[in-house]
């Protein structure tokens, strides 16, 4: 494996076309078809996938792709620092795995993302898309949520915004020109909100049930009661004393209820004697006129209560 083995890797990946790279490259795309086949029976994996529309990369070249680009970049800053004696800037790039590492753990919502990014080149430092890293955040063919980052970066503009749909964070890293850039769609968020509001939809539309039940049971435990009470009362009051209440219990409906039984139960007592009274004066009376010739036909002449002469 060579260092100019990697640099056709990523301008193949960059490019997504044999041809494309190879203009790029100065080689013929022949040789480079070779090279790159030559690097795959060497590490034991297909890096590319190859269609008539052009090459994609594979899992593992997504994966071999990543640290490519870190070995490459590095090896332009030691070129940079020991051979052209430029006072460069470290830059900082990791693969896919020390991104889940490094970046991912500040990641906990579902569909959250993030990127590392040097403040003052742009450049991508870490991404979940390996493609990207080395990359200049907003360039040519970036997504219009990535151009819009960039441009809040050069204005030095860290504060919380909504780009492109998604609820984008903004924080610097302590002690470097790094700054993390967390984002989450707000879809995301708002589903977990609409979630949210159709369990306390569902809460209240139970308890306004529950509530109905209980009103309705309350109504047939006191209310019912109190008006077939109310319905006795009424009949009295209209001279119907045969009717009769039950009662059950000790509270204050029981308690009336039974006193009104009570009160029934004295009336029909008193009228009764009221029938008594009058059957003996309408005896008393047909003897005193005389329409009883024959005191014995009286039936009532055993309850006559004075002496009768004829």
Not at 70 to 99: A, D, P
Request: charged residues 20%; proline residues 2%.
């Amino acid at each position: 494996m060579t260092l100019t083995q990697l640099k056709y890797v990523i301008t193949i990946a960059d490019t997504g076309s044999m041809n494309e790279a190879a203009k790029l490259l100065f080689i013929s795309q022949p040789s480079l078809s070779l090279a790159l086949k030559e690097l795959e029976n060497e590490i034991g994996t297909e890096l590319f996938k190859r269609s008539n529309r052009g090459v994609v990369l594979t899992p593992e070249g997504q994966e071999f792709l990543g640290y490519a680009r870190q070995v490459t970049e590095q090896y332009k800053l030691m070129e940079s620092r020991y051979i052209e004696k430029k006072n460069v800037k470290k830059k900082f790039g990791v693969s896919m795995q020390h991104y889940t590492f490094a970046v991912n753990a500040f990641i906990e919502m579902k569909n959250a993302e993030a990127i590392l990014v040097d403040k003052d080149t742009a450049t991508i430092l870490a991404s979940r898309d390996s493609a990207k890293i080395s990359t200049t955040l907003g360039s040519d063919g970036s997504s219009a949520f990535e151009q819009s980052v960039a441009a809040k970066i050069a204005d030095r503009d860290y504060s919380f915004s909504t780009l492109d749909g998604n609820m984008t964070v903004f924080e610097e890293v302590s002690g470097t020109n790094w700054i993390l850039v967390s984002y989450i769609p707000t879809s995301t968020v708002l589903a977990d909100l609409a979630n949210l509001r159709n369990l306390m939809i569902l809460i209240s539309v139970i308890s306004i049930l529950i509530l109905c039940v209980v009103i309705e049971r309350t109504t047939h435990v006191v209310i019912a009661p109190v008006r077939k009470l109310t319905n006795v009362i009424k009949a009295l009051t209209d001279g119907d004393f045969t009717v009769s209440v039950k009662s059950s219990g000790n509270d204050e409906i029981a308690l009336m209820s039974r006193s009104v039984e009570r009160f029934i139960a004295s009336m029909k007592q008193m009228i009764a004697s009221m029938g008594d009274i009058s059957g003996k004066l309408d005896c008393g009376a047909d003897v005193y006129n005389g329409k009883c010739t024959d005191i014995s036909d009286l039936q009532c002449k055993h309850e006559i209560p004075y002496d009768v002469t004829f």
